[in-house]
């Protein structure tokens, strides 16, 4: 919370109101209307069930609004007072609330406005160590080669192509890399060290023996390489 908590006056010796309006995204034009209307010591805080998040967000962030996740949850008066289909409930099956909390997680995949529009105090290349760390996180592994592949810088191209080289991952998991590292490409050119260049050519080279999948998207790095202003998305049978 500290990372993206607004500047305040520490002088300021008054007693202090947190206001937060909740149900942000549920409706466009209300929504639009409260972050514009309201000042921006006032904290928004957006429904997993949001229309348009990202727009909002973005919005959100130009007026200079704090803004939280609303985790829909069993509330008074339930079920006749219902947070929606997926409400954490007390009387479901850990499971199934662990899958719906994946979900709203999953929501905030539009965080990746911080990209572009970094929040203050904290950088992109704090972003993009986040984003590696994750990596090593199953349920954050494909939201993190998205933000690599949005940053496009020299760290996170390296990041990406050692993703699309891990025999660990599943075939489908390094064509997603693949795909960001592409991404990057597009956006920024190759930004490889040559050593690391001559490294995917080892690794093509020595694998003659693998899978044809793998070797595929293994030559299909060479070819961004290569040729990255020509790049193009290339269609491949991912074998789970």
Do not use: C
Not at 11 to 32: D, K, M
Not at 78 to 105: F, K, M, S, V
Not at 141 to 157: D, N
């Amino acid at each position: 919370m500290r990372v993206y908590a607004a500047k305040f006056n520490p002088s300021e010796t008054r007693p202090r109101v947190a206001l937060i309006i909740a149900g942000i995204g549920l409706s466009v034009t209300e929504s639009n209307d409260a972050i514009v209307s309201t000042p921006p010591a006032v904290t928004l805080a957006f429904s997993p069930y949001a229309v348009q998040p990202e727009k909002l967000v973005d919005e959100a962030r130009l007026q200079g609004h704090e803004f939280l996740i609303s985790i829909p949850m069993e509330p008074q008066g339930y079920p006749l007072n219902d947070e929606g289909p997926e409400a954490l409930l007390t009387g479901a099956d850990p499971a199934l609330n662990h899958q719906r909390l994946e979900w709203a997680r999953a929501a905030m995949a539009w965080f990746l406005v911080f990209v572009e529009h970094p929040p203050e105090g904290i950088s992109r290349m704090e972003i993009e160590s986040a984003a590696i760390s994750a990596l090593e996180v199953p349920q954050l592994q494909e939201l993190s080669l998205e933000i690599l592949g949005q940053l496009a810088t020299p760290k996170s191209q390296s990041a990406l192509v050692e993703a699309v080289s891990r025999n660990d991952w599943p075939i489908a998991l390094r064509v997603k890399a693949l795909g960001a590292f592409r991404k990057a490409v597009e956006k920024r050119g190759v930004q490889l060290t040559t050593q690391q260049i001559l490294q995917q050519y080892e690794r093509y080279n020595q694998s003659t023996q693998s899978p044809p999948e793998v070797r595929k998207i293994l030559g299909l790095i060479l070819d961004y390489i290569e040729a990255p202003t020509q790049v193009q998305a290339v269609g491949i049978q991912a074998k789970e």
